[in-house]
Structure formats: structure tokens, C-alpha cells
């Protein structure tokens, strides 16, 4: 069982990124997404069955959500099974994705 940062990601602009991949069944975990730019980035974060979030939005738990400059969004408590991947996706690069938290 891991436990700490289950995976880390600097995301490319426009490009879906699968920062972890759930191996254990349930996982819990947290998602830091931080802009270390000094603009503003619109996000999206998504637990998701395949690299690619459906596209009818039910995997989205954000959507085009904007982070300030220098600033961070953090989603925490989310609980998956085994198989789910959390994507990450950004309009610009500049984004750092972190998802810490442990599998059962």
C-alpha cells in the first residue's frame, strides 16, 4: 500500500494528463493544482476511466475552473477504485499537479 504523493504532473498547455493511476480499491486522496505563472489558468481535473474524460462532463469534478495567478485549488477527501485515473488539463502550461493521499 502507498502511502504520501501517489503522482505528480507539470502539465503541457492544452493536453490531458493522467497524473495517477488508482491501483488499489478504495483509494483516497487529495489534489493540489498550483499556477506558478503569473496570469491566470483555466483548469480542469477529472477522475476518469480512460486518459480522456467522457465527453458528456460526468467525470469532471472541475471544469474550467480558473486559478489566479500564483495561487493554488485543492480538492481533497475524493475516493476512487481501482482503475480510475485523475486527469489533469490546463489552457496554458504553468500548472503543478500533485495528488497525495493512500491506498487501501
Do not use: H, W
Not at 24 to 31: A, E, K, L, Q, R
Not at 79 to 98: D, E, F, H, L, Q
Amino acid at each position: 500500500m502507498a502511502s504520501g504523493t501517489l503522482g505528480q504532473a507539470s502539465l503541457a498547455a492544452t493536453t490531458n494528463t493522467t497524473v495517477y493511476t488508482c491501483v488499489g480499491s478504495p483509494v483516497t486522496f487529495n489534489v493540489n493544482m498550483y499556477n506558478t505563472t503569473g496570469y491566470p489558468i483555466a483548469v480542469n481535473l477529472g477522475v476518469c476511466a480512460s486518459a480522456t474524460p467522457n465527453v458528456d462532463g460526468s467525470e469532471y469534478i472541475e471544469f474550467q475552473t480558473v486559478i489566479p495567478p500564483n495561487s493554488a485549488l485543492e480538492r481533497g477527501g475524493i475516493v476512487a477504485t481501482a482503475g480510475k485515473r485523475v486527469v489533469a488539463y490546463a489552457n496554458y502550461a504553468g500548472i503543478s499537479v500533485n495528488v497525495y493521499g493512500f491506498e487501501s
